[in-house]
DNA sequence: GGTGATATTAAACGATCGTTCGTTTCGAGC
DNA sequence: GCTCGAAACGAACGATCGTTTAATATCACC
C-alpha cells in the first residue's frame, strides 16, 4: 500500500475523521490509529492538536482560494475590464470547491461545515486569514455586477449563498436525501455547481 | 431572581452553552455551575448528557414545526385547495425559526446549525423524526408550487434554501460581518425574513 | 565505523470527562 | 410524629483526553 511519510499519513486520516465527526470529536489516538503512526507523532509534527487541523485548513482552503481568484483575476483580464455576468462570478466561485470536495472519498466538507460554526478563537483567526482575501475580491466584483443591490441586501444574500453551498458539500448525500426517502446517489459536482449558480444568481438578480 | 426548578434552568443553561461550543465542547460541569444546581442533577433529570440535549431539541424544534404546519395548513384552507404562492410558502416556512431564534440572548440557532452536522446517531435519528413530518409537507406543497421543476432539482434547490437560512441564522453576526468589516449591527429578524423569501423564491422560480 | 540530526517509540503525566453511589434534605399524606 | 418518595447533594469512580518525556531507531555524511 502507499504509506508516504508519517506526516501526511497523519493529515490524510485526520481529514476523514475531522469530516466525520468534528473538531472536539476525534481524539489524536484514533488518528494516530488510522494514520498507523505513533500517538505522539501528531505533537511532534504539528506541536498540537489545533496545529494538524490548522495545517489541514490552511493547505485545503489556501490553494482553493488561490485558484479562485486566479479565475476572476483571468475573467476579469479578459473582460477588458468590463463587469462581468452574476453567473460568472459565480461559478468561478462555486465550481473549485464543489469539484474538489464533491465525490467518494472527499471528507472534507464535512470538515469545511464544522469550521464555519467553530468557536475556537485559533480557528476562527484561522478561517479569517484565508478567506479575508476572497470575501474582498468577489464582493468587490459582485457589487459591480448587480448594482442595484445595497450592500446591507448584497452581503445578506452572499452570506445565503455561501450557506447554500455549504450545505449542500456537507449533508448533501445524507439528511436531505434521508428526508426526501431518495436512494443515496451520487452526487453530479456538474450538476450542482449549474443548480448552484442558477438558484443563487436568481437570487442575487431579484430587486 | 427568577429561579423556577432546577430541571428548567438547566435547560436554559445547557442552550446557550451548546449553542455557543456545541455538544462537544461544553461539559455538564459548566452546564450545571451556570445553572446553578447540583453536577449530578443532570443525570437525575434527563438521565445522560444525551438525554439533556434530546430534550432539548425536542421541545424547540417541535413546536417551532408544528407552528409552521399548522401555518400552512391554515394557509392552504384559505385558499380553497389552490396551489400557493412560492413567496407564501417560504415566509411560512422562514419566519417562525427567523423570528424565534434572531435577537439578543437567543442562543438557539448556533445549536441547530451545529445539529445538521451532527454525527451521533441518536441526534440525527431526533432530527430525522423532527423535521420529517415538515419536510414531506412543505415539499409537495412547493412541488404543486413549482411545476417546472424536476424533483431532483427542487430538492437539490430546497437544500440550498435550508443551508441559507441556517447559516444566516447561526453566523449572521460573526463571520460574515467581519469579513465585510461591518460594526455588528443586530440583525432584523423582518429583515432576514423578506431576504430569504425573496432571494429563495426567484432560486426556485428560475427554470 | 562513529556521529549527529531527524524520526519514531513506549510509557507515563496531570487534567477533565460523564457517570454513579450513598446520603441528606424536604414536604405532602396518613 | 412518622413515613415515604422525589429531589438535591458531596464525593468518588473509571475512562479518556492532550501532552510530555526519555529512550530507541534510522540514516546521511565525514
Do not use: W
Amino acid at each position: 500500500m502507499g504509506t508516504p511519510d508519517t506526516r501526511q499519513r497523519i493529515l490524510t486520516a485526520a481529514e476523514e475523521l475531522f469530516g466525520q465527526r468534528g473538531f472536539q470529536g476525534v481524539s489524536i489516538r484514533e488518528i494516530t490509529h488510522l494514520a498507523d503512526a505513533n500517538l505522539a507523532s501528531v505533537n511532534y509534527h504539528f506541536g498540537s492538536k489545533a496545529g494538524l487541523i490548522r495545517s489541514l485548513v490552511e493547505h485545503h482552503l489556501g490553494s482553493l482560494n488561490q485558484e479562485r481568484l486566479d479565475l476572476l483575476e483571468q475573467a476579469s483580464a479578459n473582460s477588458g475590464g468590463a463587469t462581468l455576468p452574476v453567473e460568472q462570478i459565480l461559478d468561478i466561485f462555486f465550481r473549485p470547491p464543489v469539484f474538489r470536495f464533491v465525490g467518494p472519498g472527499r471528507t472534507f466538507p464535512g470538515l469545511l461545515a464544522r469550521l464555519h460554526n467553530s468557536c475556537d478563537p485559533e480557528l476562527i483567526e484561522v478561517m479569517l486569514r484565508v478567506f479575508g482575501p476572497l470575501a474582498d475580491r468577489f464582493l468587490t466584483e459582485l457589487c459591480r455586477s448587480v448594482p442595484h443591490l445595497e450592500p446591507r441586501t448584497l452581503l445578506a444574500r452572499v452570506n445565503f449563498m455561501v450557506g447554500a453551498m455549504i450545505h449542500a458539500l456537507a449533508e448533501g448525500e445524507t439528511m436531505a436525501q434521508a428526508f426526501a426517502g431518495l436512494e443515496p446517489r451520487q452526487q453530479d459536482p456538474e450538476f450542482l455547481t449549474r443548480q448552484l449558480v442558477l438558484f443563487c444568481a436568481a437570487g442575487l438578480r431579484h430587486e
